[in-house]
């Protein structure tokens, strides 16, 4: 749970509101309905996509979303498994009255275990999470090339490489929207040359 948690917070707090939702969802619908865990969820799911329709000046949608995320966190305790619960539903109460209010503001950027999660606050295994959670909803990105990244960065790790490319350049992807598209193609390049290298030893000793 707390890995999610992060994973979805860091992705949250890059900018990335639509595809937060993402790092949340198969866990949530794995939930009990009505508990503490399901309701945190539940509530973050909606704040996130609550301050998704600010963005696009969808009124009626981020008002009606910030009232029902509210009334799902109403239910979890303000500091409920160490995440900013309290900060979060005062905002969606202000959303909820004022909908062009997340226009004045900025949303709540979302803590765990009392820090703002960013994308270099991640260890190796989150940010693969958080690199596939942003692929998936970008059309941009081929999902393949971020999976086989995640896969080079742990061997660099795993093999204790001075270098880890791989490794950087994801931390980059999730935390950096802005200059995002050039790190994917950057990333693009290194795996095609490592799935190339691959390809030519296959096969070798069968």
């Given at each position: 749970m707390e890995r999610s948690l992060r994973v979805g917070a860091a992705v949250f707090n890059a900018g990335d509101h639509h595809a937060a939702h993402d790092a949340w969802e198969d866990e949530w619908l794995s939930l009990d309905e009505g508990t503490a865990d399901e309701r945190l969820l539940h509530g973050l799911i909606q704040y996130t996509a609550a301050v998704y329709h600010v963005g696009n000046r969808n009124w009626s949608g981020a008002q009606g979303?910030?009232?029902s995320a509210g009334a799902y966190l109403d239910e979890v305790a303000s500091d409920y498994r160490a995440v900013n619960v309290g900060g979060v539903r005062g905002y969606l109460g202000r959303l909820a009255a004022d909908p062009e209010f997340g226009e004045r503001a900025?949303?709540?950027?979302?803590?765990?275990?009392g820090s703002?999660?960013?994308a270099?606050?991640?260890?190796?295994?989150?940010?693969?999470?958080?690199?596939?959670?942003?692929a998936e909803d970008y059309e941009a990105f081929d999902e393949s090339v971020l999976a086989d990244a995640a896969r080079y960065a742990r061997e660099e790790v795993e093999s204790?490489?001075?270098t880890t490319r791989?490794?950087?350049?994801?931390?980059?992807?999730?935390?950096?929207?802005?200059?995002?598209?050039l790190v994917y193609q950057r990333l693009g390049e290194h795996v095609g040359r490592r799935r190339g290298r691959e390809a030519d030893v296959s096969g070798l000793f069968e």
């Open positions: 979303l910030a009232t900025p949303p709540v950027p979302l803590r765990v275990n703002v999660v960013r270099a606050d991640l260890s190796v295994e989150e940010v693969a999470d958080a690199a596939a959670v942003v204790g490489e001075s791989f490794v950087a350049l994801l931390f980059e992807f999730v935390g950096g929207r802005e200059r995002r598209g």
